[in-house]
């Protein structure tokens, strides 16, 4: 399952950025079963910005 998850997630970042795929599901789930406009910015907001802080630390060791 490992070797899996790795080729799917190659897959995924050549093709679309974590980042615009967290917010295309956020604005799917507004659209189509009624997230509020407000947890939609939030959850955006929070996915994003974890993973900005996280990507930074990373560069900062070398490791990404």
């Given at each position: 399952m490992d070797e899996t998850k790795g080729k799917l997630d190659r897959l995924v970042e050549k093709m679309i950025s974590?980042?615009?795929?967290?917010w295309l599901t956020a604005t799917g789930l507004m659209a189509f079963y009624g997230l509020d406009s407000g947890d939609w910015v939030m959850l955006s907001a929070i996915y994003i910005g974890t993973q900005g802080v996280i990507d930074g630390l990373a560069k900062m060791?070398?490791?990404?």
């Open positions: 974590r980042k615009f795929l967290v060791k070398g490791v990404g």
